[in-house]
């Protein structure tokens, strides 16, 4: 006969291990250590970046104020400036205003005293006899009249200018008034008769440059234009 085996024999002992499916890795000591200090290294670098961003903020906020403080400087600079050049401007204006008055008296002043001059010969010759004497006498006063009048104008640095009949039309000069035709081309575009003085002031002179005549009227001549 066979031997007969009880239950007992077929369950596992009390002692024996019972096997798992997933068993549990094993913990790493220094791993867990190294994890715990790095925390610590991350919130210290957070907040060196928060003190730095804080000091660029300080730096970016005063340097607008500085900008601001130079800019308010600036204005105030400019308004003063605008101020001291609206004074001058009317210092000079005022000052230009009585030289133009003061040369505008001194020029009425001595044509009156030609207009004088000119009645008390009128009046001499409403009384003079007429002849040939007074005649030319009296051309000569009239001829007078235009150089006292130019001699006004020189004490001013205004002065007279003709030309000579025969000369060449100089048109940066003279104004041709009248033109005459001619037949002759070795008179074509000279000039046949003064008509008119012409004028000039003298320009003050610049940077050790020669003084410059400025026209103020051309001289008016009748020309020779040949047909």
Do not use: W
């Amino acid at each position: 006969s066979f031997p007969t085996r009880r239950s007992s024999d077929l369950s596992p002992s009390a002692d024996a291990a019972v096997p798992t499916d997933d068993p549990a890795p094993p913990v790493d000591e220094g791993e867990i250590s190294q994890h715990s200090e790095s925390e610590p290294k991350n919130e210290d670098k957070c907040q060196q970046m928060k003190v730095m961003l804080d000091s660029a903020v300080q730096q970016i906020l005063s340097a607008f104020k500085g900008l601001q403080e130079s800019f308010d400087g600036k204005l105030r600079y400019d308004a003063k400036k605008d101020g001291i050049i609206d004074r001058q401007f009317q210092e000079l204006s005022q000052f230009k205003s009585g030289l133009v008055e003061k040369v505008t008296m001194q020029i009425v002043n001595d044509l009156i005293g030609e207009i004088d001059s000119a009645q008390k010969l009128v009046k001499f010759y409403e009384n003079a006899e007429c002849n040939d004497a007074n005649f030319k006498k009296l051309q000569k006063v009239l001829r007078d009249i235009p150089a006292s009048l130019c001699d006004v104008l020189e004490k001013y640095g205004v002065t007279s200018y003709s030309s000579t009949v025969g000369a060449a039309f100089n048109p940066k000069r003279q104004r041709a008034l009248k033109t005459t035709e001619t037949g002759d081309i070795a008179k074509d575009k000279t000039v046949r008769e003064l008509l008119r003085l012409g004028f000039e002031q003298e320009l003050d002179a610049k940077d050790d440059q020669p003084a410059k005549m400025k026209i103020l009227r051309s001289e008016m001549v009748d020309v020779f234009v040949f047909n």
